[in-house]
């Protein structure tokens, strides 16, 4: 089959050259994942990660082109059609249609010519198997099309029923072969029509093997600058070292040589982790590097457990290895409750989040098990090894409170009334700042950010910017940070607001650092996950509570945790911040986390209701509350230790991400000494 232009579809030639080294045929990708179905009546995704600048055109321009590929046959008589409209539409047929032919000259200008072509497609692309770019004898850009076997037989049968007419090659309602069939082909065949460059066949070889029926536009699409990324994770990395150093340090000045044994569980946990994201081929974004800082200090959790146990059955005159087989089996029911909270919502973001969430997901359920098997076997081994090797002498270690005998539950009136200011304070911020709490990842919009040279006062950027910019602030990251400018504005203006920034205000030589652009449509979807996410882990952990204790414990578990997602919800919003869904994330962390320091509280008063420690309710819950107070202060310091130093050391970018971890540490905290207990009180006397 061949074509009087020597350009059009035929068997390809016994000597293509396919491209990629050494004549294999390396596909060009588009995209790190596909899902939905958009004729199910969804909406199909389709997503890619890690595209440079210089590529991000060329990206985009693969991703919306639909490459909708179409065989349909030309009419006998198009030349004189068209020649005898003399430049009008041409009068046909009701079953032809005009399209355009496309044919680029050589000196790079596309000429298109009207040609007359059935509108019934005979064969589409869902009949092709495969596709690759070639050169013909003439060295010519060409495209290999590879049938499957029904494609073959049509395409067969259409050569064969139609020798001696011309066959047009359609991609996207553009002609770009109209050959004369000389022969059958039942085999692959060559599209090279339009003197194609090398590129251009490339991108097309690679869309016709996924040829798509619907149009693709592009709803979401994130970019840091190049210097920013570096910046910010070379901040991360020292954050996380630093957070090493300093959980390190505390815990050998502490527990002295049980701290050295905490040490070097941390040393395993940590490797262990970064072996098992290594050997799954996970990428660390930042979110996960802070779920792996958090990650440090849940495995300090676990030793602060396990060695305050220790220094209790010290004190009941235990020889010292005795001690550490009881301290570890007395303290397991606390760290396995703790830890399975905290895994059920690592295992919810998972599930309804996205990117940068599920790899905070990731990390963190990873990095709990890796947490268990330093703290319940690494540790345990050096503690049993240090106790026979240097005997009772060599568990000595500080403590931080002596016998307390507070009375917690006398508090709760005042503790109630501060919870409800707190949570009266959200309320206003939420209902007077509106949608303007939530970020583009849930209105839909573009959020740019801005370095400069020169600072222009924020009331001229908005009266020049006008409509453009709906929000207009200057964000400066803690500990003397970089000044940046943040704009917020429709979805598809980011672009527009910098040309309209460096054409009215030059001096301050603007330069885009971040891009985040995310259409309506997502974000009404991402806002309705995040919902689904957070009641799903309420719901989880509600229920496994109930399980491991009884509903009255379950009750005041679960009134703490809708108490610490709602107030830390509200302190962010009150300090300015702005909601995005790895907020969300940090959020549903921060619930299974909280819960940990009430489960150990809740597994003392249980432990002395089956010992028949008192009859006075209250008088039992006080304490254990005083009991475990040291221990529930010194977990949630050393996390709240680590997180800090990721929220000063670890950059702009997950700036936010830090801080609402530090909010819902402290809030939670509070919430299982001063509510939780209270509500398992008010709600009735709970059974052994």
Known sequence: MEDQDQAGVGPPRRDPVPSGAGGKHQPCDVGSGCRGDPQAGGLGRCGGAGVSEADKTSYRRQLERVAKLEFTLVHERSDELVAEAKGKAPQIPMEYQVLKLRDRQPNGTVKESPLVVKRRTEISGK??????????QLGRAVVIIEFNPEGRQKFGQLTEQNIGRRLAVILDGQVYSAPVI????????????????????????????????????????????????????????????????????????????????SVFGLVINILVLLGLLAQFGFTLTLPGLAGLILTIGIGVDANVLVFERIREELAHHRTA????????????????????????????????????????????????????????IVSRTG?????????????????????????????????????????????????????KVLGVDFTGGDLVTFSFKEKVDDGKIRSALGNLAEVVQYQRSPVGGQEVLSLRTAFGNGEKVGQKLAQDFPQAEYRQLQLDKVAGVVGAELK????????????????????????????????????????????????????????????????????NDTIV????????????????????MNLA????????????????????????????????????????????????????????????????
Not at 203 to 229: C, Q, T
């Open 127 to 136: 009949s092709v198997a495969n596709a690759f770019r070639s050169v013909d």
């Open 182 to 261: 000389r022969s059958a082909i039942y085999g692959s065949c060559e599209i090279s029509g339009g003197n194609m460059t090398a590129t251009e066949a490339e991108e097309l070889a690679s869309v016709l093997k996924n040829p798509l029926e619907n149009p693709v536009s592009i709803i979401d699409e994130r970019g840091v600058d190049p210097s920013l990324g570096a910046s910010s994770v070379q901040s991360g990395f020292l954050a996380g070292w630093v957070s090493i150093v300093a959980v390190g340090l505390f815990a050998l000045i502490y527990y002295r040589w049980l701290g050295l044994v």
């Open 321 to 376: 290895l005795e001690a550490v087989s009881s301290g570890f089996q007395r303290a397991f029911s606390s760290i396995l409750d703790a830890n399975v909270t905290t895994v059920i919502a690592a295992a919810i973001l998972f599930w309804q989040g996205s990117g940068p969430v599920q790899g905070f997901a990731t990390v963190l359920c990873l990095g709990i098990f890796s947490s268990l098997f330093a703290a319940l």
């Open 383 to 435: 503690a049993e090894l240090l106790a026979e090797k240097a005997g009772k002498g060599s568990l000595h270690m500080m403590k931080f409170l002596e016998d307390t005998k507070i009375n917690f539950l006398a508090m709760r009136v005042p503790a109630f009334a501060l919870s409800g200011l707190l949570l009266l304070a959200g309320v206003i911020t939420v209902a007077i700042k509106g949608e």
């Open 528 to 595: 309705q996950k995040a919902l689904i996410a957070l009641l799903l882990g309420v719901l989880a952990i509600f229920i496994y509570t109930t399980w491991r204790f009884e509903t009255a414990f379950a009750a005041g578990a679960i009134v703490a945790l809708v108490h610490d997602v709602l107030i830390s919800l509200g302190l962010f919003a009150l300090l300015g911040r702005e909601l995005s869904l790895p907020m969300v994330g940090a959020i549903l962390a921060v619930a299974g986390y909280s819960i």
């Open 601 to 620: 509280i809740f597994d003392r008063i249980r432990e002395f209701f089956r010992g028949g420690v008192g009859s006075d309710r209250a008088g039992v």
């Open 625 to 688: 509350i005083n009991q475990t107070l040291s221990r529930t202060l010194l977990t949630s310091g050393l996390t709240f230790l680590a997180v800090l130093v990721l929220f000063i050391l670890g950059g702009r970018v997950i700036n936010d991400f830090a801080l609402i971890l530090l909010i819902g540490i402290v809030v939670g905290t509070y919430s299982s000494i001063f509510i939780a207990s209270p509500i398992v009180l008010l709600f009735g006397k709970s059974k052994s």
